[in-house]
């Protein structure tokens, strides 16, 4: 297979205010990584409840953890400010918004960017959807119709026609095509076994979120090749990428004292009940719930949420982000490009504390780059 090189990302969630989002991509910019990569919500993870001035001075910025702009307007708007960047979203679905234009969106930002875009995709969360009665039922087979659907518009524009379950399209015109050079890419936010077999049929590249351990990530790949080789597909020529909360800190005490910031704790309460069952204890959510895909923030009222992250075990925590002393994290990095890694897009979680611990995390981060691009 073709060796590929390793990059970072940074994910930059769609938040106002605009002036933060464009100094976050001119910060991207100086530490030179490869890509932004916004979030696609409608509302955060974070709950009204957690979100003061006490917990972080981001609520400074902002009275909620929620507003979020439109990703294909602020992509646009960040087309301008980008260089050299990739510009992509990480991820957003095919419920909300339409395959046909979702294509259209990221085949305009071709011809505005200088660089392929980054279509991000997953089968959608229940925060974005449910509460605003969008459809959550058989995500898999609806994004498994959108990925063909997407494709067509990506590979051979003209007219489309495709007769689903969940999608009908008799015969539309689609013939904006991208620069050369510069047509979209499809990355697939995948976990599961279907979703990571969609991921070798029709993706550029592999955008999970984090993975606990190298072996994990390492048995995922394989199976995403193995699909790929099955569809005739060249198995190296995708993209094997991941997001990761990040914690960085100049020493391991004051890692672990990021650890325990509600926000941070908040990590482990998404975990599925399956985790938590492994460390013989109860999901305060109930014993079905599957973590983030069902997690509705302000569905639990002040109390419960408080109570549920109390009974957060540490463990479950420290396995939710990549954190650590700078040392530490390139090491564990390491590990992870053995793996297959090839791009890592990082949320500094440690920037939550203060805006000097924003400042030390971003001057680190680039130590880190510098150590795993050589």
């Known amino acids: 297979m073709a060796e590929q090189s390793f990059a970072f990302g940074l994910v930059v969630p769609a938040q106002p205010p605009v002036t933060s989002v464009t100094g976050l991509v001119r910060l991207a910019r100086l530490l030179r990584f490869e890509a932004v990569m916004l979030w696609d919500h409608l509302q955060d993870f974070v709950p009204r409840a957690l979100w003061s001035p006490r917990t972080t001075w981001m609520a400074r910025l902002r009275s909620s953890p929620h507003p979020y702009y439109d990703f294909a ?78 494709r067509a518009c990506l590979d051979q524009p003209g ?50 979120n984090w993975i ?25 020529a995708l993209r094997p990428g991941m997001q990761a909360p990040l914690v960085l800190a100049p020493t391991e005490r004051a890692v672990e004292s990021v650890l325990r910031h509600p926000a941070l704790r908040l990590t482990g309460l998404l975990r599925p009940a ?27 009222s002040p109390e419960t949420l408080r109570a549920a992250l109390r009974a957060v075990p540490p463990e ?13 994290v390139i090491a564990r990095l390491r590990a992870y490009q053995e793996a297959g890694l090839r791009f890592l897009a990082v949320l500094p979680a440690s920037a939550l504390r203060s805006p000097g611990a924003a400042l030390w995390t971003f001057l680190a981060l680039r130590r880190v780059r510098n150590a795993l691009e050589r």
């Not at 979203?89 to 011809?111: N, Y």
């Open 73 to 150: 307007t602020l992509l646009g708007r960040l087309s301008a400010h980008a260089g050299r960047l990739r510009l992509g979203v990480g991820v957003t679905d095919p419920i909300r918004r339409h395959p046909v234009l979702l294509a259209q969106a990221m085949l305009t930002l071709a011809h505005l960017a200088r660089r392929p875009p980054i279509l991000g995709i997953g089968a959608g969360e229940a925060e974005n959807l449910e509460p605003y009665g969008f459809p959550f039922d058989h995500p898999v087979s609806r994004i498994e119709e959108a990925l063909a659907i997407l």
């Open 159 to 208: 007219t489309i026609h495709f007769d689903g379950r969940y999608y009908r399209i008799p015969d539309g015109v689609f013939d904006l095509s991208a620069p050369p050079g510069r047509k979209p890419e499809i990355w697939l936010g995948a976990h599961g076994p279907r979703m990571l077999v969609l991921t070798g049929r029709f993706a550029d590249g592999w955008y999970p």
């Open 274 to 300: 399956s985790d938590w069952q492994a460390l013989g204890l109860v999901h305060p959510l109930g014993e079905r719930f599957r973590g983030y895909l069902d997690f509705v923030p302000e569905r639990l």
């Open 212 to 236: 606990d351990t190298p072996e994990e990530y390492a048995a995922k790949l394989a199976t995403i090749r193995r699909a790929a080789v099955e569809t005739g597909r060249d198995p190296s």
């Open 316 to 328: 479950l925590v420290a396995r939710s982000v990549l954190a650590g002393t700078p040392e530490q």
